[in-house]
């Protein structure tokens, strides 16, 4: 059973466009990471959110976390095709918590 | 800084066999987590290490896996009598803790591929 659910699984666009990604869950975390993932690499880790209704903004990318904690979104805007990759949302149950709950994925594709 | 560093990146092995791998976190950091990645899916933990402590181990570790930590530096994940069912991605992670959020870097993966 995953924690947490993202979606869509699978999201193919053209470059320039923009789009959002989802990550859901019946339970609250302390924080929430947003990896990138390369094929044959290990994540890589694109921001961390602790606070319930933060947003932050990384160039073209704006991460939010939701209110109560238990959901987040990222939106790219102008995709490239640099952004191709699996992205990954995982949540830490609780401060310091020792292990991650990854969601199930993202795999982006941006056509150039 | 090198990062985390995992050794081998890719092992093919028959059923059977015994395999071991190895992971150098980044230097300060005193904690160590073990994650499985199977195609098409988020890694999932398997074991966490504080120094040379072996803290949680997850359900998915069964008695075929061992992991250690010597010396609270280098860890090596040993499977014993692989079966094509552990083929999968092998991901190591370390963090500093608390202090900085907990936030954990991974290495590239050690891909097993059980023939």
């Known amino acids: 059973t995953q924690l947490l659910e993202q979606s869509p699984q699978f999201l193919s666009i053209q470059e320039g466009e923009n789009l959002t990604v989802y990550c859901n869950s019946s339970s609250v975390f302390s924080s929430l990471q947003w990896y990138r993932q390369e094929p044959g690499e290990g994540p890589v880790l694109l921001v961390t959110v602790v606070t319930g209704g933060e947003v932050k903004k990384l160039k073209r990318l704006t991460f939010q976390f939701g209110d109560a904690r238990k959901d987040s979104s990222l939106h790219i805007t102008a995709a490239q095709p640099g952004d191709t990759g699996l992205y990954l949302c995982a949540g830490a149950r609780w401060t310091g918590a020792n292990n991650l709950f990854f969601g199930t994925g993202t795999r982006l594709t941006v056509i150039p | 800084d090198t990062g985390v560093s995992q050794n081998p990146r890719h092992k093919i092995t028959k059923r059977g066999q015994n395999v071991t791998f190895r992971c150098d976190p980044i230097s300060e950091h005193n904690r160590l987590y073990w994650y499985r990645q199977t195609l098409g899916q988020g890694p999932e933990f398997l074991t966490y290490?504080?120094?040379?402590?072996?803290?949680?181990k997850s359900r998915l570790l069964s008695d075929r896996f061992s992991a250690e930590r010597p010396k609270g530096s280098f860890s090596t994940l040993e499977i014993q009598r692989t079966e094509q069912g552990d083929s999968a991605m092998y991901l190591c992670?370390?963090?500093?803790?608390?202090?900085?959020?907990?936030?954990?870097?991974f290495g590239a993966g050690t891909r097993l591929s059980v023939l």
């Open positions: 992670a370390s963090s500093l803790g608390s202090s900085d959020g907990g936030i954990q870097y």
């Open positions: 290490f504080q120094n040379e402590a072996q803290l949680e």
